[in-house]
């Protein structure tokens, strides 16, 4: 099993994507916000890279069956029903409903690994049930990461490193198993863990406590909050 680590989205060819379990990450806080969604009740996920694609998809579905999420920088959209905080997603907003989101980076990365045939949605929250579900594939990881903005985003590569440190509880990760960003993006969480490497420091981490949402960055870097894996197939997230 080889794991590697894409800091940031963009073409990927069918070789890179074929044969390999993919986990798509942005942890502050797309994926996490789609976890939470699932693990409330939603009856499954719908992320668009435009924002007007999300609201033409709404007006379809009607309000009764649908809730409208997502950002652009971090604020709310205009005229959704959600911004993008773990804690808008909760049971009694989003139980048995379709979940519409678009978000800055989160929804690009989706979108850029649609053509893969095995799409895991990870974060900090689902970090020892998503590396299980991977590791049990018995195929090559990939993880990709959303970023920010085109940029590598520091949170993301922390987050990815914490999946393949749980990856390891799962399976025989011997020398070469992990590529250089791969075994970069494991040191970076072990640095961080051990309180030597200060996230607040970084672009989007910083960013979202400067716009008020420090109780979000906390809630989004709380291991193992919960067991849900989303998968990702033909458009539409589920729970695996
Ligand atoms: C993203 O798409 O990068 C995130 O959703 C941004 C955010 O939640 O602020």
């Known amino acids: 099993m080889k794991i590697d680590v894409l800091p940031t989205f963009g073409r990927l060819t069918d070789a890179q994507l074929s044969e390999t379990t993919v986990i798509v990450v942005d942890v502050l806080r797309a994926t996490t916000c789609m976890i939470s969604a699932l693990n ?16 033409a998809l709404a007006s379809r579905l009607g309000a009764r069956e649908c809730v409208l999420g997502g950002e652009r920088g971090g604020i709310k959209i205009n005229g959704f029903d959600l911004g993008n905080s773990p804690s808008e997603y909760l049971t009694r907003t989003v139980r048995n409903k379709t979940v519409i989101v678009s978000t800055t980076n989160g929804t690009g990365a989706l979108y850029s690994v649609r053509s893969a045939d095995r799409i895991l949605l990870g974060a900090m929250i689902n970090r020892t049930a998503v590396a299980k579900a991977a590791a049990c594939e018995g195929r090559d990881i990939l993880i990709v990461c959303a970023g920010t903005d085109g940029q590598p985003s520091a949170d993301d590569l922390t987050c990815a490193g914490a999946i393949i440190d749980a990856v390891r509880s799962f399976a025989d990760l011997g020398t070469g198993s992990l590529t250089d960003m791969a075994i970069i993006c494991e040191n970076l969480y072990k640095n961080w863990k051990n309180g ?34 989303p998968v990702y197939r033909e458009g539409v997230i589920i729970k695996l």
């Open 40 to 55: 409330g009740g939603a009856v499954k996920v719908v992320p668009t890279v435009d924002a007007g694609d999300a609201v």
């Open 196 to 229: 030597t490497f200060d996230l607040s420091s970084t672009f989007h981490y910083r960013r979202l406590i400067n716009l008020g949402f420090s109780e979000d960055v906390d809630f989004c870097f709380t291991p193992d909050v919960t067991d849900t894996v």
